[in-house]
């Protein structure tokens, strides 16, 4: 009799084999590949020794690209083909280019494809293709550390990347040849590291500040489930921007502009930053380093570097009020604060957010390597190694999803900080008698009209039941992946009719330009309120000027006289121009007029069609003809 090995779904067939897979931080600055060893996460090291890779790629005409720290070595000498902090460009568009400090640095190409282009040696490279080669240098130190290949990965992404943004991160992984297994939010991760060491259940803060982005995220830890209550930040502030805030000091002090060569200038970032490394131990720090024709000599103590930065570390503040509001709880409400990011290494940070949150932050796992570490850790489960795990992760959406519907308006579907995975679906109707199509247009944000929202996709249901106004019911369907990717699908229920669209739009939407979304939806709350209110009124009023018209077209001249048929068109015609107006009042006024005006029509009209009916019926025929004609009614109104 032959026998079947049988291994349980995600498990090995052999139990002493483990799938080989890792966490990756993919960092703006520096990078680094995680794994469980002997059920254990630490971070792999490479051929070097070094277990951190500068996010740096060397581009050249002959050769492939030279990534990481000797990638880095000729940012001085071959600055335009040296390319650092592409992150800052994941997931964006032409247009968001001239505003980041890369513009200044490097040459682009804008004109080829909707995606920026970084102009090299080695042909035009975007975003996606610099992260690629990053990744895939952390792939082989991974599969040569571990010896085999991956079965895949854990990548993590900052908290408010949106869906633009963490589907370039997988593009650029599918490019690097690796698999992956989820993508998670970096303040996840060190949940994830710091609650299967510490054990604490509670309300935790997650303060990431990297090297070219800032998060700050509350999770509710019990028990092995970690859910995101509230996440903020802003994806154009980090380390990188302390350097260049050090640099113009250092500029300042040797009484010279700018330097105009961009290697010198990269020399200039170099020393900068190695002055805020130092005065993490020190009081006060010497430099003396000509770079090429300037000499810079002096010395920058702690407290002329905290008065540079204290703007920067202000600037942190705000997302962490905001998410103590939008989590609902105070900060004594806050167990611990953990602190992650290189970044976080600066004295005067640590200092100003255990003040913020009244208690000293936690720096007990190094916070280069948290994130990369918890990664790890949920890429262990998901590879199936642990397949008794209870570790659950809950990750929300950072801003509200929703359609367009008549007047411009917005109906938020799914709202901000709904956890994720998730699925909602709502019921729409037909505007117009005969419709057969819908068109429907899927934003992002937290305003009331779609024009103060992010358009994010558009797509169109077809081959719609030509019927009544109000009796079509499409059933629209959004699913948000574990990822944060998004799919919107439309289903007219009596045909059977579908459409769908994967929303991958073109460029990404910055967490500067969310946080700003965000503080306009609070500031315009009131504005919102009327906006929406008046756009109601005018699509009300639209409604019932159509309506009236058709049925006066149909059958008017049946059932009004002269006079009435004058009288009825003088207030369609009042409606009509109160339509041009911004006035609710006045529109819901002039609605009632012709509602009240046009009611001996409505009414002998309904007792035409009820006569007309009923005309050669039997009861169960009528009864069933009548049940039919309510439920119309009753969708029209």
Known sequence: MALLQISEPGQSQAPHQRRLAVGIDLGTTNSL?????????????????????????????????VIGAVAQEQAASDPHNTIRSAKRLMGKGVSDVESSWLFDHYNFDLDSGSLPAFKTAAGNKTAIDVSAAVLSALRSTAEQTLGGDLVGAVITVPAYFDDAQRQATKDAAALSGIHVLRLLNEPTAAAVAYGLDSGTDGVVAIYDLGGGTFDISLLKM???????????GNTELGGDDIDNVVAEWLLKKAKVDAPSDPGAGRLLLRLARSLKEQLSNASTVAYSEKIHDVQYDGS????????????????????????????????????AVVMVGGSTRVPMVREKIGEFFNQPVLTDIDPDQVVAIGAAIQADVLAGNKPDSDLLLLDVIPLSLGLETMGGLVEKIVPRNT???????????????????????????????????????????????????????IQVLFQVDADGLLTVSALEKESGVVASIDVKPSYGLSDGEIEAMLRASME???????????????????????AITSALQSDGDQHLSDSERVAVDG???????????????????????????SSAFVERRMNASVKQLMAGQELEDLERTLVTSNDVTENNS
Request: negative net charge; proline residues 3%; glycine residues 4%.
């Open 33 to 65: 590949v995680a794994s469980v060893i002997s059920g254990s996460a630490s971070v792999l090291k490479d051929e070097n020794g070094e277990w951190t890779i500068p996010s740096v790629v060397h581009y050249t005409e002959s050769s492939s690209p």
């Open 222 to 232: 019990q028990r092995g489930v970690f859910e995101v209550l509230a996440t903020a």
């Open 300 to 335: 920058l103590s702690i407290e002329e570097f905290n008065a540079l930065v204290e703007p920067m570390i202000k600037k942190t503040l705000a997302p962490c009020r905001q998410v103590l509001r939008d989590a609902g709880v105070s900060k004594d409400d806050v167990q």
């Open 419 to 473: 956890t994720i995975p998730i699925a909602r679906a709502q019921e729409f109707t037909t505007y117009k008698d005969g419709q057969t199509a819908m068109a429907l247009h899927v934003v992002q944000g937290e305003r009331e009209l779609v024009d103060d929202c992010r358009s994010l996709a558009r797509f169109e249901l077809r081959d719609i039941p030509a019927r009544t106004a109000g009796a079509c019911r």
């Open 524 to 546: 315009h709350a009131s504005d919102d309120v009327h906006k929406r209110a008046l756009a109601e009124q005018k699509v009300e009023g639209a409604r019932v000027v159509e």
């Open 571 to 597: 207030l369609v015609d009042a409606l009509k121009l109160t339509l041009e107006q911004d006035n609710t009042d006045a529109i819901k006024q002039a609605i009632e007029k012709l509602e009240h005006g």
